[in-house]
């Protein structure tokens, strides 16, 4: 939830296509990626989770000398996820499973 709050003014849903537009919430023009193209949203997470590490929960490792498994950054590659044709309510409570699974309510 923290994160989420962090970010929440830098996308909205454009209610024409449905579709996730990462914006600057200073001008709320969209955000361009480096080829000046609209960054996605995963761009944006991509981006977020590098420049802020430990805001990333890492999955465990097992093994090591701790009695515990361990952790790393080593992410497994994200879900391909069609924003444009999902539909609002499909989006929304995809959203609210994140919020969800941040506080352990699953």
Request: aromatic residues 12%; glycine residues 16%; hydrophobic residues 30%.
């Given at each position: 939830m923290d994160v989420?709050?962090?970010i929440k003014n830098d996308f909205e849903l454009d209610p024409a296509t449905n579709d996730v537009v990462v914006i600057h919430p200073g001008t709320k023009l969209p955000r361009q990626n480096s080829n000046l193209?609209?960054?996605s949203l995963e761009e944006f997470i991509g981006d977020f989770a590098?420049?802020?590490p430990h805001m990333v929960r890492?999955?465990?490792v097992?093994?090591?000398s701790g009695a515990q498994p361990g952790r790393t950054l080593t992410t497994p590659p994200p879900a391909v996820v069609d924003y444009k044709t999902?539909?609002?309510d499909k989006?929304?409570?995809l959203a609210q499973t994140v919020i969800d699974e941040?506080?352990?309510r699953t």
């Open positions: 989420f709050n962090l193209k609209n960054m590098k420049t802020k890492s999955s465990n097992e093994g090591g999902m539909p609002r989006f929304l409570a941040g506080y352990g």
